[in-house]
């Protein structure tokens, strides 16, 4: 709680990160994913409509995935992203979650 009120955003990755495990599409940050920490990636995110994976720490410090979707609207302090899920859209916090993105392997990129 904060203030008095309930933070949605831990509930809500809190259910995502439950349904992830239930259908079996939750996955540990991976080799092939960029982290995306400077303005201009999530710009170049966004611009390309980019799917971005959302990481928070969980109760033991270790980073799981709580979301993923697509960027609508960024600013230095938070990322709003629409679900690829359900079409729900979130704000996440840059100082407590972290973004990245697939990137394209040598056999994929065009030549």
């Known amino acids: 709680m904060i203030n ?4 949605l955003s831990i509930l809500v990755g809190t ?7 239930g259908v ?3 996955d540990e940050m991976i080799y092939g994913t960029k ?3 400077m303005d201009i990636e999530l710009f170049a995110a966004a611009l390309s409509q980019t799917e971005v994976y959302i990481w928070g720490m969980d109760h033991n410090d270790v980073y799981v995935q709580i979301g993923r979707g697509f960027i609508e609207k960024y600013n230095q302090d938070q990322v709003k992203i629409r679900s690829s899920l359900n079409s729900c859209t979130m704000i996440y916090s840059r ?3 972290e973004f990245s993105a697939k990137t394209e392997s040598a ?3 065009p030549k």
């Open 4 to 7: 008095g009120s309930l933070d």
């Open 15 to 21: 259910i995502e990160k439950t349904i992830y495990y």
């Open 24 to 26: 079996g599409v939750y």
């Open 35 to 37: 982290l995306l920490e």
């Open 95 to 97: 100082e407590k979650c």
């Open 107 to 109: 056999e994929e990129q």
